[in-house]
T-cell receptor
């Protein structure tokens, strides 16, 4: 079993819809949680970064962490065609320079 | 553009060969990370260097090695290549102050025939 599980999709939604992306994990030592967006043939770029449980909002994006359930989510409001990409969750145990453990990514398409 | 550069963009080679991938981190970043991304395994951490020293090791094969030079650029050497080594190889860097945000380069696509 992988440490981080993520539904690979693909997920297609109409423009303007709310998108929900999720990851589950098994390692209770994970404390830092990230969401990366990766466009085709590009490197991942950091979207959201959260520590421990709770919510964080940045524009149309909201990240949620529920450590008791080992479950994290990314919500995208008012989705746009430019949001079409692969979304990767990532997590780590300690602050400082250390390896990230990634989910396999969910491929999202926003249909105009 | 993250500020991390990687060369070459594409590399096609044969089984048994050896290749070198190069990464230049963002100005001021001391840490360099190498990741492998394949369709079935996703993004896998290989190794991290901090200011020239190896800091953390992941699922890196013995046939693979890396180093970080005094000017902070890094090279990933892949030898005795196998078909299964075909993948995207990403380099990321992070600043010493923040410590945890990694900025990824555009990647090198390696195809082993």
């Amino acid at each position: 079993q992988k440490e981080v599980e993520q539904d690979p999709g693909p997920l297609s939604v109409p423009e303007g819809a709310i998108v929900s992306l999720n990851c589950t994990y098994s390692n209770s030592a994970f404390q830092y949680f990230m969401w990366y967006r990766q466009y085709s043939r590009k490197g991942p770029e950091l979207l959201m970064y959260t520590y421990s449980s709770g919510n964080k909002e940045d524009g149309r994006f909201t990240a949620q962490v529920d450590k008791s359930s080992k479950y994290i989510s990314l919500f995208i409001r008012d989705s746009q065609p430019s949001d079409s990409a692969t979304y990767l969750c990532a997590m780590k145990t300690n602050f400082g320079n250390e390896k990230l453990t990634f989910g396999t990514g969910t491929r999202l398409t926003i249909i105009p | 553009d993250s500020g991390v550069t990687q060369t070459p963009k594409h590399l096609i080679t044969a089984t048994g060969q050896r290749v070198t991938l190069r990464c230049s981190p963002r100005s001021g970043d001391l840490s360099v990370y190498w990741y492998q991304q394949s369709l079935d395994q996703g993004l896998q951490f290989l190794i991290q260097y901090y200011n020239g020293e190896e800091r953390a090791k992941g699922n890196i094969l013995e046939r693979f090695s890396a180093q970080q030079f005094p000017d902070l650029h890094s090279e990933l050497n892949l030898s005795s290549l196998e078909l299964g080594d075909s993948a995207l190889y990403f380099c990321a860097s992070s600043p010493p102050a923040l410590g945890d945000e990694q900025f990824f380069g555009p990647g090198t696509r390696l195809t082993v025939l």
